[in-house]
């Protein structure tokens, strides 16, 4: 199947229009973080952007993607974006927004804000390149990672799944991580419990596999009841219910995070080592689950700083999430892996004093603290800006949310932001894409504003504390969809249906490694902090995605 035939089946289908939106909506989101972040960037034409004097940053479709993609809808269809989204569909479908050229630009800020700081240090980068294509394919690096995995691991298939809808005519998103609560709040809706347990595994897989068959019982039984009512079990349940709002709001003229100016202290200004990338010298604390903060993570760590992870005693549980691959003999999630490659890992135990007294002394000799910790818990864990700030005067403070109360998810977050509802066909309820957009998305602005807080503190030596969402990155999302361009058509680009085949067809070796099979060990070092001499991911028994940038001097 061709771009075109799919397109044109997606029309007839009255499901929108996904125009080739062209690299100019890269280009405009990379332009407006970096003019946010204080950095001269002016469009020079042909996806390029002049930074200064003497740093440009040039954005394509393909970069060393060895395919004539010329759209936003050609790097979908050829990069697994389509795929991915419309496995609850039962087929490929666009995504209604531009994800994957909103996703370059963001990286493409983030990695010119990078050569910017390396610049103040004496590197003399010249040029940043992004792609689209290698955007869109670390967007997908977990589903890449799950279907190359070493255990055997089925195409994820079911069509269906949430909003659910009350008996009042609301669309709503319903969240729980917790079996007990998903049973408690099912069973007192009136289904039997041996449909309550038959749903719950899809429900809880669906942020891996962008699946989620529920039974139909499920949906009558919301179905019965008023918004109101339902809000009342879900709050004696534990469960979080997130009403889907009918438009987003109409876009606003703001950064997607936040940057605040904090005490005098001692900059980060060791200055990076040639071909080890422009953060370089760099350490980060990384205190997050999931997939956001370890996203922000992982974008840090392939621009060159050393990320120590810090995972509960025993290891963070995801480590043990099928599919599984193997690391020098030792078993490990592959889309775990996927999201933690390069990291070291301290494991401490954050209830316990010594747990964190451990992570405190870590933060001591790093220079960027991240975290996707509940606000309202963190400075019961001494770790809030002011008390680390104390240990380490001059820290770059991250902090990754949700960006509302009780919305703290991915989905709950796009029915919240009305990305589900301009997701959707008109007429249609307000159904999110399964792909992780905000998790994905919300990472790469979290690491984005990281580095625009240490140029900050590398040019002011100040202490920096950055703030990001979920929310903000679905705000982005929602308002960077753009008008067709007429010259670039799509050429009849194949749509990807297999990640597996796409990891291993050599027109994408530039951007997605498959050597990367059992080169490394897994160390991790107890609550004293001591040992941290390993790598907890730094080779996979399944494919890689590759960093996105070329950095040129």
Partial sequence: MTIDQLVLGVREADQGDLGASGPRVAVRVAAELLRGAGARAAEAGSGLLKVGEELACRLSWAGPVELPLRSEADVQAACGVMHVHGRRYG?????????????????????TLAALRARQLGVPYREVGVSVAQAALLGLSQYVAAATAEEPCPEPDGVGG??????????????????????RFWTELGVERRLVGRAWLPFQARYGTATCPLPDELFAATARLGFDRLVG?????????TAAVAQPAAPADELPWRVREGAAGTPSGRVPAGGRGPL???TVVEVARRVQGPMAGRVLALLGARVVRVEPAGGDPLRGVPPMTEI??????????????GKDVLEADLRS????????????????????????????????????????????????????????????VQAYSGLAALLSPAGQPPRPTLLTVCDVLGGLVCATATVAGLAAQTRTGRAQRVESSLLSAARLLSGAVSAPEPESRSVGVEVCTDLAALAGDPRFAAAVDRSAVNRSAVNRSGADGAGLDGAAVDGAGCAVVRAPWEFRT
């Fill in 280 to 282: 370089d010298g760099l």
């Fill in 353 to 412: 004093a010594e747990g964190r007294s451990a992570v405190r002394e870590l933060v001591r000799d790093a220079d960027v603290l991240l975290h996707s910790l509940d606000p309202s818990k963190v400075a019961g864990l001494g770790l809030d800006a002011d008390t680390l700030g104390e240990v380490r005067p001059g820290l770059v403070y991250a902090q990754a949310s949700g960006g509302a109360p009780g919305v703290t998810t991915d989905y709950p």
């Fill in 91 to 111: 087929g490929p479908r666009p995504v209604g927004v531009d994800f994957a050229s909103v996703a370059a630009g963001v990286l493409a800020a983030g990695g």
């Fill in 233 to 241: 079990v879900a709050d004696r349940c534990e469960v979080t219910v």
């Fill in 328 to 341: 020098d003999g030792e078993p490990v999630s592959a889309r775990f892996a996927a999201l933690n490659r």
């Fill in 162 to 183: 949430p909003p659910f809808r009350s008996a009042d005519g609301i669309w709503f998103e319903l969240e729980t991580l917790t079996a007990d609560g998903w049973l």
